[in-house]
Nanobody, 126 residues
Framework: QAHMAESGGGSAQTGGSLRLSCVVA????????LGWFRRAPGKEREGVVG????????YYDDSVKGRFTVSRDSAKNTVDLQMDNLQPDDTATYYC???????????????????WGQGTQVTVSS
């Protein structure tokens, strides 16, 4: 049974926007930290953003600050990632993830997250 499922990936041009959405099973959605990660071809997985269970404590990687916005909707059990001013370096497979615990760690490490979606591809062309 899938706990998490992403959607919304696709292609965009430099400067464009995409919105990713992740539907999360009630458990682990309620009361836990949610995050977005990405893996670019030939690179290690990296944390993009983490949002605590209350939705008010958020950590963004420096590479996306000011361009990406995360939000969670408890009525829909979703966590969305609005990506604006996309750059070719944003090209990657994006994954949503959940970590047990109200707060997310300030440093996003994949090994701290126990639930993962299957990923959705984002491609940004110049």
């Amino acid at each position: 049974q899938a706990h998490m499922a992403e959607s919304g990936g696709g292609s965009a041009q430099t400067g464009g926007s995409l919105r990713l959405s992740c539907v999360v099973a009630r458990y682990p959605y309620v009361g836990n930290c949610l995050g977005w990660f990405r893996r670019a071809p030939g690179k290690e997985r990296e944390g993009v953003v983490g949002i605590g269970a209350g939705g008010d404590i958020v950590y963004y990687d420096d590479s996306v600050k000011g361009r990406f916005t995360v939000s969670r909707d408890s009525a829909k059990n979703t966590v969305d990632l609005q990506m604006d001013n996309l750059q070719p370096d944003d090209t990657a497979t994006y994954y949503c993830a959940a970590r047990l615990g109200w707060f997310c760690p300030s440093t996003l490490e994949g090994y701290n997250f126990g639930y993962w979606g299957q990923g959705t591809q984002v491609t940004v062309s110049s």
